[in-house]
């Protein structure tokens, strides 16, 4: 018997997923933040979990981008939200053996922008990612002192092969160990293994970078107050900041004016 991937998502607080349950797991990790509930475009990020729609930047400005801090609305089937510069539309449907979630967004042709599903999961110390061997792999400046290596002077990123960029090996998720680093690995898929409990997750996109962002937070962030959290993170774009975007670094809006794109997610193993 199939056993169903139920979604929930928060229209009025940033179209947040906030559950991913299968056969009794859940797969999100989630926060208290009361302070979720006042926020407006502009507003510092405030980290509630579960999986966030980070569109039109991760990092940078405005931070986690413009549909957190917005409330979504719903039109027939698909789940929207409009922001300054664009319109975001998701529209989820349940699959065999998992969810999809097809997207489009409508903008003036040329648009530059990042997405990323940036979903904190709830995995265990011994929970491991597998992604395309050899892929390429960008590291960011919080990487340095776990390097052994001077960072090239005023480089916003260096960029190694997967499973071991320049050395750091990422695809353990590990203990605490005061540590956070992220990655972006050009690779449209991965699956997570945490004991015998998978999750695939794949983004599809004509025409567009694709990529998957890493966030591998053990308790080494926010400065002051760090707790553990651990981001899988398919996406649209090579960088965490659009406005360190090279030419092919961003997805861009063509003649039509819209850019769509599919993210799936399955309990079942498609290992690359």
């Not at 991965?190 to 983004?203: F, I, K, M, Q």
């Not at 937070?217 to 981001?231: D, E, I, K, Q």
Request: hydrophobic fraction near 40%; include cysteine.
């Amino acid at each position: 018997m199939t056993v169903p991937l139920d979604v929930v998502t928060d229209l009025l607080h940033g179209g947040r997923w906030t559950s991913l349950r299968h056969a009794g797991r859940e797969w999100l990790w989630r926060r208290e933040s009361p302070e979720r509930d006042g926020v407006a475009p502009g507003d510092a990020f405030v980290d509630a979990g579960g999986l966030e729609e980070c569109v039109p930047t991760v990092r940078g400005t405005p931070d986690h981008g413009d549909a957190w801090s917005r409330a979504w609305t719903r039109e027939g089937d698909g789940e929207s939200v409009r922001c300054d510069d664009f319109t975001l539309t998701r529209t989820l449907r349940t699959t065999p053996d998992g969810v999809e979630a097809a997207y489009v967004l409508t903008a003036e042709p040329g648009f530059r922008f990042l997405w990323a599903a940036h979903a904190l999961l709830d995995l265990s110390e011994e929970a491991f990612l597998k992604a395309p061997e050899g892929a390429p792999a960008r590291l960011f400046p919080e990487a340095a002192p776990l390097l052994g290596r001077p960072w090239p002077d005023g480089a916003p990123w260096v960029e190694g092969v997967w499973p071991a960029p320049l050395g750091l090996c990422l695809d353990r998720f590990g203990p605490d160990d005061g540590t956070a680093v992220g990655a972006v690995v050009a690779a449209g898929r991965c699956c997570v293994h945490d004991g015998d409990d998978r999750l695939a997750l794949a983004v599809v996109a004509e025409g567009q970078p694709l990529s998957v962002a890493l966030w591998r937070n053990l308790g080494g962030f926010p400065a002051g107050r760090p707790y553990r959290s651990t981001g899988v993170e398919p996406m649209l774009g090579r960088v965490f900041d659009l406005a360190e975007a090279g030419p092919d670094d961003a997805a861009r809006v063509p003649a039509s004016g819209e850019v769509r794109w599919r993210l799936t997610v399955s309990t079942h193993c498609h290992c690359p």
